[in-house]
């Protein structure tokens, strides 16, 4: 089975440091989630065609483990792995690295779910996900 992953870089912005002048916990959200997006390009996964389907894609775990400060300035780089499931989810790991030093700063995981436009849960993948992991995952 193949191995997804893409990494993208960017930048501490000042509005998301705190009075301890490291990157404020919850900005740390809103990067996994810029990660997602990008991977959606880059991978086909677009929420968008998630919505198109006639779906949502709502988070129901989202975990962050801090190794280091990011600071403001700093020109971090995010690595986003699918991690296949036979369950009806959507999950992912990410690594934040230093890109001038390489070292580690953050790691999380993401969990996400299949829901109807009526809020329903889905228990089974839908048949585009089906679809779409026949074409990235089969080598």
């Known amino acids: 089975m193949r191995q997804l992953t893409t990494s993208l870089r960017f930048k501490i912005r000042f509005s998301e440091i705190d009075a301890m002048r490291v990157v404020w916990h919850g900005a740390y959200a809103k990067y996994f989630e810029d990660a997602r997006e990008y991977f959606g390009q880059q991978f086909g996964l ?10 949502f894609a709502p988070l129901v775990d989202l975990s962050f483990q801090y190794k280091r400060p990011l600071t403001y300035g700093m020109q971090p780089e995010i690595v986003i792995t699918y991690r296949p499931t036979d369950a009806a989810k959507i999950v992912f790991d990410y690594e934040i690295l230093d890109s001038t030093t390489g070292q580690q700063m953050a790691t999380g995981r993401s969990v996400q779910v299949f829901m109807e436009r009526n809020y329903e849960l889905v228990w089974t993948n839908p048949t585009f996900y089906e679809e779409w992991k026949k074409k990235w995952l089969t080598d």
């Open 46 to 55: 677009s929420y968008t065609l998630i919505e198109e389907n006639g779906y």
